[in-house]
């Protein structure tokens, strides 16, 4: 059974860039959720995606979006980067028959804004 | 007011110590309790999860969830080095999974 990947691990960025932040889902896994995660702080939801559609979104602004593949694929997208977008990316994928809030995360994308 | 609180240590103990690990939420809604352990550079991993209130217990951890007073508390007996992590406390309020952490408990167990 393939795990959740994310990639590139570690990027660096410049104040008013875009990035894209990949991930693969865990096999037979069809929905996505990215988190947030600042340093010395938990994760924060940015959104869900379940069907190629978003299926909930946390308090983040519009700059942040993302897509779901029809593979389970998903991508994160952030236009316009400030400095406090520095944080670790996560990736988790889940399905929907199984425990509400189990959660299989990847090791995270770690984002540098200067 | 935070949906869930943590304090964020950090909490050193000897080997072999009993931990106490605790949170608090603000919605008695809330049906879902997980721990997750995270270790530095990784991603968090699910540790326990308990639905509504009461123990659940798996090897030396032991969840428990008391709604009255909207409390989550996870106990680890006879601490090992290798639990040394990132202990994140969580509640998932139904619907799409979405899943709300506190900010984390770093614990380290001295040999």
């Known amino acids: 059974e393939t795990g959740v990947t994310q990639s590139p691990t570690h990027l660096i960025k410049t104040r008013g860039q875009q990035v894209t932040l990949r991930c693969s889902s865990q096999?037979?896994?069809?929905?996505v959720s990215w988190y947030q995660q600042a340093l010395g702080q938990g994760p924060q939801f940015i959104f869900q995606?379940?069907?190629?559609?978003?299926?909930g979104r946390g308090n983040f602004p519009p700059r942040f979006s993302g897509l779901q593949f029809p593979n389970y694929s998903s991508e994160l997208n952030v236009n316009a980067l400030e400095l406090d977008d520095s944080a670790l990316y996560l990736c988790?994928?889940?399905?929907?028959?199984?425990?509400?809030?189990?959660?299989?995360f990847g090791e995270g994308s770690r984002l540098t804004v200067l | 007011q935070k949906e869930v609180e943590q304090d964020p240590g950090p909490l050193s103990v000897p080997e072999g110590a009993i931990v106490s690990l605790n949170c608090t939420y603000s919605?008695?809604?809330?049906?879902?309790f997980m721990w997750y352990r995270q270790y530095s550079r990784k991603g968090p991993e699910l540790l326990m999860y308990?639905?509504?209130?009461g123990n659940k217990e798996d090897g030396r951890f032991t969840a428990q969830v008391d709604k009255s007073s909207k409390y989550i508390s996870l106990f680890i007996r006879d601490s090992q080095p290798s639990d040394s992590a990132t202990y994140l406390c969580?509640?998932?309020?139904?619907?799409?999974?979405?899943?709300?952490f506190g900010t984390g408990t770093k614990l380290q167990v001295i040999p």
């Open positions: 988790a994928s889940s399905r929907p028959d199984i425990e509400a809030g189990e959660l299989f």
């Open positions: 096999s037979g896994h069809n929905t």
């Open positions: 995606y379940y069907r190629e559609e978003e299926n």
């Open positions: 919605n008695s809604a809330f049906q879902y």
């Open positions: 308990t639905y509504s209130s």
């Open positions: 969580a509640i998932e309020s139904g619907g799409y999974q979405k899943v709300t």
